[in-house]
């Protein structure tokens, strides 16, 4: 168990000169990246009257929870994860409806279709699991909490409304998780569809299509007609080959939960996605905090399983709390294993919250560039015109030294939504506001992510603060 002295400064709220200074005081010459064991952190933690516990760290160190690395002959290939986004109303839905019914065969039609999160579609005996919650939203919460489950994603644009704001978030949000993009250019059917105009909105934001040029494959589609369906279902298999999506289906199983809820009837109710490995009932398993052992699976048509392989999307009964979406379950050796795991989370994630303010904000830049922690400054734009949140993301990208690269991961217009400090959080971005306020959802989500929103009048005035952040030269707020 072992932690860095700036990691212990910061987890105590000191500067890192106040931890060394104590260090010498117990005969330990120690400089800001050496590192402290438990023991002594613990001792000065005490010392400081921090009420805390410093616990062994890493998620390995938990007994029962080692993950083997998968030895590079067990590895086969597994089928892709796709998540759909886009604008309101271009077509999410409609487009997972129609590609669920292309693959519905004649004896499930009749039945009733049980939803649970994920369905799986199958094509000449390939397979691809598409999550059922569209939009970048959803994608970026999971990632915020750690857990990337989409391995390619489609971007839906209606070819008669063209690139929209929440496109471009789409596109940005995509772009950090650095998610391969396939464009499903939509509503071909209507008679003022133009798909040009989308290519050519689309090579203004970075993405240039194959007939421009470019390597972004785009399909036009007509999701309300069923028209070439069938050919974005096969340019995702082959996007699904060049990834080369591998799984080992002869191990423990480990995935994310992408639903969760309490069911009257059945008790704590997951929707999974197993990752690697085979999930089988009857398995210990630990998700998120809570455990249990899995007593019933359900798929996605909403039948019955015993066992559910790599990139299956399954139902789990048999927990014993409802775990969140963007949790992480973990088959273990034994129930009693399982039970001590989830003690041992819990812990983790009450000092995980302790630390959440290790986020970058502007205050203390300096010190994170100092220590080695920051090589790049992650910035979110949002403005009230097209113009100035264009005009500041240039004057920023300029700010960029030979410490640190300053990059405008998203920049659009309108007031700063959670969908902006969810990105800022998934990317360790901070988050710059030009005569626009965050909505009040947005603002109490950045506190409790820890997530540094600042909103200016003047461009000037922003500038100025992130060079002096940069140069240590930032007066703290008050
Ligand atoms: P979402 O908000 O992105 O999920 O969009 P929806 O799937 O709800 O679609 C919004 C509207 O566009 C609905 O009225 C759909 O019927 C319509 N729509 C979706 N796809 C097509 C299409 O290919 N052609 C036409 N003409 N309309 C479509």
Same mark, same amino acid.
């Given at each position: 168990g072992i932690l860095t002295v700036s990691e212990l400064a910061k987890l105590l709220g000191k500067t890192p000169a106040e931890i060394i200074t104590s260090l010498i005081k117990k005969g330990i010459m120690a400089t800001i990246n050496q590192e402290v064991d438990i023991d002594t952190a613990n001792e000065i933690a005490f010392e400081c009257g921090c009420e805390i516990e410093v616990e062994a760290e890493e998620e390995e160190e938990i007994e029962g929870l080692e993950i083997e690395e998968d030895k590079e002959e067990d590895l086969v290939y597994r089928s892709p994860i796709v998540t759909v986004m886009g604008h309101v109303d271009h077509g999410?839905?409609?487009?997972?409806?129609?590609?669920?019914?292309?693959?519905?065969?004649?004896k499930e039609a009749g039945g009733i279709t049980q939803h649970i999160g994920a369905s799986v579609v199958n094509i000449s005996g390939k397979k691809?699991?598409?999550?059922?919650?569209?939009?970048?939203? $959803?994608?970026?919460?999971?990632? $915020?909490?750690?857990?990337? =489950?989409?391995?390619?994603?489609?971007?839906?644009?209606?070819?008669d409304d063209g690139i929209m704001?929440?496109?471009?978030? !789409?596109?940005?949000? !995509?772009?950090?998780?650095?998610?391969?993009?396939?464009? $499903?250019?939509?509503?071909?059917? @209507?008679? !003022?569809? &133009?798909p040009d105009r989308v290519k050519q909105e689309l090579s203004e934001h970075g993405l240039l299509v194959e007939d421009w040029g470019g390597d972004i494959i785009s399909v036009p589609v007509s999701a309300k007609q069923n028209e070439n369906i069938?050919?974005?279902?096969?340019?995702?298999?082959?996007? /699904?080959?060049?990834? *080369?999506? @591998?799984?080992?289906?002869?191990r423990k199983a480990t995935g994310i939960?992408? *639903?969760?809820?309490?069911?009257?009837?059945?008790?704590?109710?997951?929707?999974?996605?197993?990752?690697?490995?085979?999930?089988?009932?009857?398995?210990?398993?630990?998700?998120? #905090?809570?455990?249990?052992k899995v007593r019933a699976m359900l798929d996605d048509k909403g039948k019955n399983v015993k066992k559910a392989g790599p990139a299956t999307p399954v139902e789990i009964l048999g927990l014993s709390d409802v775990p969140q979406a963007g949790d992480q379950f973990i088959v273990v050796?034994?129930?009693?294993?399982?039970? %001590?795991? %989830? *003690?041992?989370?819990?812990?983790?994630?009450?000092?995980?919250?302790m630390k959440a303010s290790q986020k970058v904000s502007l205050d203390d830049l300096f010190q994170q560039m100092q220590e080695g922690a920051v090589k790049e400054l992650n910035v979110i734009i949002?403005?009230? =015109?097209?113009?100035?949140?264009? /005009?500041?993301?240039?004057?920023? *990208? @300029?700010? %960029?030294?030979?410490? =640190?690269?300053?990059?405008?991961?998203?920049?659009?217009?309108?007031?700063?939504?959670? #969908?902006?400090?969810?990105?800022? #959080?998934?990317?360790?971005?901070?988050?710059?506001?030009? &005569?626009?306020?965050?909505?009040?959802?947005? @603002? #109490?989500?950045?506190?409790?992510? %820890?997530?540094? =929103?600042?909103?200016?009048?003047?461009?000037?005035? $922003?500038i100025e603060d992130v060079k002096d952040a940069m140069t240590g030269m930032l007066e703290p707020e008050f």
């Open positions: 999410k839905t409609t487009l997972l409806d129609s590609i669920r019914n292309t693959n519905v065969t004649e691809i699991t598409f999550l059922d919650t569209p939009g970048h939203e $959803a994608f970026t919460s999971m990632r $915020a909490r750690g857990a990337q =489950v989409t391995d390619i994603a489609i971007l839906i644009v209606a070819a704001p929440q496109t471009v978030e !789409a596109i940005n949000h !995509a772009k950090a998780a650095q998610v391969p993009i396939i464009v $499903a250019i939509n509503k071909i059917d @209507k008679p !003022a569809a &133009n069938d050919t974005l279902l096969e340019m995702i298999l082959l996007v /699904a080959e060049m990834e *080369e999506l @591998k799984a080992n289906p002869n939960v992408i *639903e969760g809820e309490l069911d009257k009837g059945r008790g704590p109710v997951a929707t999974v996605v197993v990752q690697n490995g085979t999930l089988k009932v009857g398995d210990p398993v630990v998700v998120g #905090s809570t455990y249990g050796g034994s129930d009693k294993i399982a039970r %001590s795991v %989830s *003690e041992k989370r819990k812990d983790k994630i009450r000092a995980a919250q949002k403005a009230d =015109v097209q113009g100035s949140a264009q /005009a500041v993301k240039q004057a920023f *990208e @300029k700010l %960029s030294d030979e410490e =640190v690269a300053v990059k405008v991961i998203h920049g659009g217009v309108g007031a700063i939504t959670e #969908s902006d400090v969810m990105l800022a #959080s998934a990317s360790n971005a901070i988050i710059i506001g030009f &005569n626009v306020r965050p909505v009040s959802g947005a @603002k #109490s989500l950045a506190e409790r992510e %820890s997530v540094d =929103v600042r909103t200016y009048r003047i461009i000037y005035d $922003a």
